[in-house]
């Protein structure tokens, strides 16, 4: 069962990551009908308890990028896409794949930035929004994120836009082969 659970998980993710590059969005059309059947399944093949464990995995990789949607200004698409991709695999699995699609996300955005030679802005922006964040919820007050200014080298501003689902395939597919090899419960 457990390779039937990834080839959704992966393939869903493909087409998810070959639409946010070709029209910089994840479909509902997509993420709602993974969901439902994702919560289906879950419930089919263990219940109740099957589907909590469902729910709570579609929270536990839909939340934070609900959270990124919400203060960086991201695509809800991927917050719904994780959720779905939740939602289908359970939390143990979930953990490893928010872990991989988080590290392949930093990679990606890191190679990006390396690429449009705007690194330096991209690593002050984080920076500061990381203060921000701490700043507003210690103490209530905000400041300008570096996207909100200049910077002087690149001559721009604004943040990098970054097709994310190509970070979820590329998570999803790590977590996978880790998942795989680690349990060896569906490679042999």
Do not use: H
Not at 42 to 65: D, I, K, N, Q
Not at 94 to 102: G, N, P, Q, S, Y
């Amino acid at each position: 069962m457990a390779v039937f659970q990834w080839g959704v998980v992966i393939g869903a993710s493909l087409v998810a990551a070959l639409g946010d590059v070709r029209e910089q969005r994840i479909p509902n059309a997509l993420t709602f009908p993974l969901l439902m059947v994702g919560l289906i399944w879950a419930t089919w093949m263990g219940g109740l308890s099957g589907l909590g464990e469902a729910v709570g995995a579609c929270l536990l990789l839909g939340v934070p990028y609900v959270l990124l949607f919400v203060f960086a200004g991201g695509g809800a698409g991927d917050a719904k896409l994780m959720g779905a991709i939740g939602a289908w695999l359970g939390f143990k699995q979930a953990v490893v794949v928010l872990l991989c699609v988080a590290l392949a996300g930093c990679i990606l955005a890191i190679a990006k930035a390396i690429a449009k030679k705007r690194l330096k802005f991209v690593l002050t922006s984080v920076f500061i929004s990381c203060y921000t964040f701490v700043v507003c919820v210690a103490g209530g007050r905000r400041i300008r994120l570096a996207d909100e200014r200049t910077d002087n080298n690149a001559g721009q501003s604004g943040g990098l836009e970054m097709s994310y689902g190509v970070a979820i395939f590329a998570g999803v597919c790590a977590a996978a082969a880790i998942v795989g090899l680690w349990g060896k419960e569906w490679l042999w």
